[in-house]
């Protein structure tokens, strides 16, 4: 799927499962320095650092949405998914699992996740303000929505059930 069209797609379905979001283009963003200061980074608005984990034999992949601020301890994650030795995975693997770039990595890429391989993992840091921001898998546009919606709209419709960490 070209990038434009999974854009469109994540916009598609954020309307079908009744999310009101805004969105905003931008330059493309691929650091968290970058996110945070996007105009529209507002003190109620959540900006999350996604990072695709797999375990040693690259079998068991995890997505892992955590605050921007928060240091990654690979012991304390792979603790709480029963997982031992995690580490970053491959570039490769976020085209093959979940048809996306570097620096574009979001949960909104789980819809497409056609196996299901990927284990949605959640900082439970990052349910606290109103409002949760992610790319639409690409980094170059933000969507904004409330975090309620987030947890009972958008996780439901991943088809997966989440790990709180």
Known sequence: MMQADVREAVLAHLRAIGVDFSFHTHLPACTM??????????????????????????????????????????????????????????????????????GSLTPLGLWFDEGKRVQLALDGGILKKARIAFHPCRNDATVIFRTEDFIGKVVPSLGREPVII
Do not use: G
Request: aromatic letters at 12%.
């Open 33 to 102: 320095e970058e996110c945070l200061s996007l105009p529209f980074a507002e003190d109620d608005v959540t900006f999350c650092k996604n990072i695709l984990l797999c375990n040693r034999q690259e079998t068991a992949f995890y997505l892992y949405v955590t605050l921007p601020d928060r240091a990654f301890r690979t012991s304390e994650v792979s603790r709480a998914l029963h997982s031992s030795r995690l580490s970053f995975a491959r570039e490769e693997y976020l085209e093959t699992l979940l048809h996306l770039h570097t």
